[in-house]
Every structure is written in structure tokens, then in C-alpha cells.
């Protein structure tokens, strides 16, 4: 079914035909929303696909609530080096995933679309996808000028603005990876792929979810798991994607 914003227009790029796409009106002015995920362990209870559900879901849900937002399909694998060693777990470089960004954003300006937000929902996609539209900004401007002046691109990492509201509301130790905050998200978006009796209470020394040890995780953890995912339940998992979301809607309407 096709999805609409609230002004009637869709939401998904991939609904529009080009001609749709190249009629609408203020091309410049269209927000175009790329949600970055991941192919990753999460634990026992959760499945590979959680980053990316999470960011192509709360990137649905801002879409329907700001008019003029386009979300592009999402990119489904990351840089996952550290979980590697986790079965099932799929790793892409740094280069392919920079290039992909970078292609991707430079797509969009040729076409004159001129505002790109990356919705990024796995932490080892941070700086790559910085430098990735670093490299587009860098492609597109003329030698000697100033620096695509007339492209707003953006990255916003999903849990990290609103990381200090999502704090109290923990009950386990820490929080930061499969855990009790993503868990009770999951809860909510798609209950049918939890597993909550697998999921456990496991920390990995040094880590927290401000700092994070860059290591082999699966040398410091038998689940996967950093925070207290038995701790999960739907009412946390409520407020938290009320804060993405209202998080990713303040940004979009800014630009
Ligand atoms: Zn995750």
C-alpha cells in the first residue's frame, strides 16, 4: 500500500514515478531522508535486521508528520567490524559504505534536489557516513569555489541527541547495544520479532553508551548484548520512539 503524508503527497521515493518526481513542485526545497542501518548481532532475542527496521521506521513516521520529506530505501548494511565475530553479521568497508553515501548524495544534486538528511541508526555508520558527504561536498564543487554552498546535506545519529532524555528512563546499569532502550523500541515496532525470553542482562567492561571501546565484541561478550534487554517493555519503548521521532521531525523542519 502506497504511504501518504498528511497533505496527501507519498512518502517513499521508490512510489514516484520520474515524471511524478520531476513535476513536483520546489524541487529545491524537498527533503530527502535516507535511513542507515545494519546487518548485525543483537543479542539473542532480537534479530540481525534491528538497526535498520529501527532507522526505516522512525524515518516513516517523522515523513508522514513534516510535508515535503522523501524517504529513500534504506541502506541495510554497515561497518560492523567489532561484531564481526557475531554469526550472521555482515560488514561492509569503510570505502564502499563512504562511496555508497557519496554516490547517493551526488545522485540527488544532479537531479536538483538540494536537502539530504541521513537518518543513521547503527554507531559504526557515524563516521563513515560523515566523510561520505564530506566527499559528495567536496565532488560537486567547481575547483576554486566555494564549497556546494546551495547543498544541505545532514547526518543525524539517531540515538545521540536524544541520549540524555533516553538516560533515566534505564533501569539496567548502562545502556548501548541490544539493550534494554532498543529492546523496548522493538517491542513496539515489530513485537513479533522479539524474543524476550532470550533476552539477558550483560555488560561489556569499559563500554557505555557515551564512550564505546572500539574491540573484537565477542572477546568481552557471550550474547552480544551491553545493557539489561530483560528490562525491555513496551511503555519504555513508547517514550523512546516518541523521542526519535520528534528528534528527526525538529531537524526536518528546521531545513
Ligand atoms: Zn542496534
Known amino acids: 500500500m502506497t504511504v501518504l503524508n498528511k497533505t496527501g ?17 520546489e524541487k529545491k526545497e524537498l527533503k530527502f531522508l535516507l535511513p542507515l542501518g545494519a546487518t548485525e548481532e543483537h543479542g539473542y532475542h532480537l534479530p540481525l535486521g534491528s538497526d535498520t527496521l529501527q532507522a526505516s521506521k522512525v524515518a516513516q513516521m517523522a515523513a508522514q508528520r513534516v510535508p515535503g520529506v522523501i524517504v529513500m530505501p534504506e541502506i541495510s548494511y554497515g561497518s560492523c567490524v567489532d561484531t564481526m565475530n557475531f554469526c550472521g553479521t555482515i560488514h561492509i568497508s569503510g570505502t564502499t559504505l563512504g562511496s555508497l553515501v557519496t554516490d ?33 561536498l567536496h565532488n560537486l564543487t567547481p575547483p576554486g569555489k566555494e564549497f556546494a554552498p546551495d547543498f544541505d546535506i545532514y547526518l543525524l545519529n539517531a540515538y545521540e541527541r536524544p541520549g540524555q532524555q533516553i538516560s533515566p528512563l534505564v533501569e539496567g546499569k548502562d545502556w548501548g547495544h541490544a539493550c534494554e532502550i532498543e529492546t523496548s523500541v522493538m517491542l513496539v515496532l515489530a513485537p513479533e520479532a522479539v524474543d524476550m525470553k532470550q533476552a539477558v542482562e550483560e555488560y561489556m567492561p569499559g563500554d557505555s553508551y557515551t564512550v564505546w571501546r572500539v574491540r573484537d565484541m565477542k572477546t568481552v561478550s557471550q550474547s552480544g548484548v551491553h545493557g539489561a534487554a530483560n528490562l525491555a517493555t513496551p511503555k519504555k519503548g513508547k517514550q523512546v520512539l516518541e523521542l526519535l521521532v520528534s528528534d528527526l521531525v525538529s531537524l526536518l523542519e528546521r531545513i
Open 9 to 25: 503527497q507519498k512518502v517513499f521515493l521508490t512510489d514516484y514515478t520520474w515524471k511524478e518526481l520531476s513535476e513536483l513542485p
Open 104 to 136: 547517493i548524495a551526488e545522485s540527488l544534486y544532479r537531479h536538483g534536489f538540494r536537502k539530504l538528511v541521513i537518518f543513521n541508526g547503527h554507531g559504526g555508520n557515524k563516521g563513515v557516513a560523515d566523510t561520505g558527504l564530506r566527499e559528495a
